[in-house]
């Protein structure tokens, strides 16, 4: 079983900046870096969309992170990264991790981050 572990959410006053984390454990049917991993979220009574992207070989971000977000990885340590700075009050949601390889997904149980004043 794989397993991903959200960590590093929390609250934060507008325009303050958070590090997410997410760690990997667990039997991989690859090498980590061969896996996309992305990270997404969910606020309350909306639908999850996507933060950001890393395929490997391109980068993604959602409209509304771009340039205030950053994704990254650490492969040796199966670990993904969500940089969130000048954080808004319309971050707020539980940010989820998630890996993909060969159309197989892995979810992590998510991490509430709070903009608030």
């Known amino acids: 079983q794989v397993q991903l572990v959200e960590s590093g959410g929390g609250l934060v006053q507008p325009g303050d900046s958070l590090r997410l984390s997410c760690a990997a454990s667990?039997?991989?049917?690859?090498?980590?870096?061969?896996?996309?991993v992305g990270w997404y979220r969910q606020a309350p009574g909306k639908q999850r969309e996507l933060v950001a992207r890393?395929?490997?070989?391109?980068?993604i971000y959602g409209d509304s992170v771009k340039d205030r977000f950053t994704i990254s990885r650490d492969n040796a340590k199966k670990t993904v990264f969500l940089q969130m700075n000048s954080l808004k009050p319309e971050d707020t949601a539980v940010y989820y991790c998630q890996i993909v390889r060969s159309g197989v997904e892995y979810w992590g149980r998510g991490t509430q981050v709070t903009v608030s004043s």
């Open positions: 890393d395929t490997g070989g391109s980068t």
């Open positions: 667990g039997s991989l049917s690859s090498s980590f870096m061969l896996y996309g």
